[in-house]
């Protein structure tokens, strides 16, 4: 099982980005929870957004409003898309894969794969 994400980069602040995460060796992507966690220097991993199953959806207080997770069964992919980014989004941002999608997670010992993680830098 493999998790690759990308899109992470340098960006203003007030600014947009889109990360991506594509999950290969997993013949059930359509029945997997996913969700993103970022881990910024210092600090501790942590919860940023989920997506269950069935498209429910659930995100840290941080970051509602401004963040949108979403998914791609056909693709294998999930997305999470972060608009009106701040100084205190920078961190390393990591997909990871939850083997229950029944409904969304935001405890990391629920997920069992991680993506290598992508830099997301805001400048202020």
């Known amino acids: 099982v493999q998790l690759q994400a990308s899109g992470g980069g340098l960006v203003q602040f007030g600014g947009s980005l889109r990360l991506s995460c594509v999950v290969s060796?997993?013949?059930?992507?359509?029945?997997?929870?996913l969700g993103w966690f970022r881990q910024a220097p210092g600090k501790e991993r942590d919860f940023v957004a989920a997506i269950s199953m069935t498209g429910g959806t659930g995100y840290a207080e941080a970051v509602e409003g401004r963040f949108t997770i979403s998914r791609d069964n056909a693709k294998n992919m999930v997305y999470l898309q972060m608009n009106s980014l701040k100084s205190e989004d920078t961190a390393v941002y990591y997909c990871?894969?939850?083997?229950?999608?029944?409904?969304?997670?935001?405890?990391?010992?629920?997920?069992?794969?991680w993506g290598q993680g992508t830099q997301v830098t805001v400048s202020s």
């Open positions: 990871a894969t939850a083997p229950s999608g029944r409904t969304w997670r935001h405890d990391p010992v629920n997920y069992d794969y």
């Open positions: 060796g997993r013949r059930t992507f359509n029945m997997l929870g």
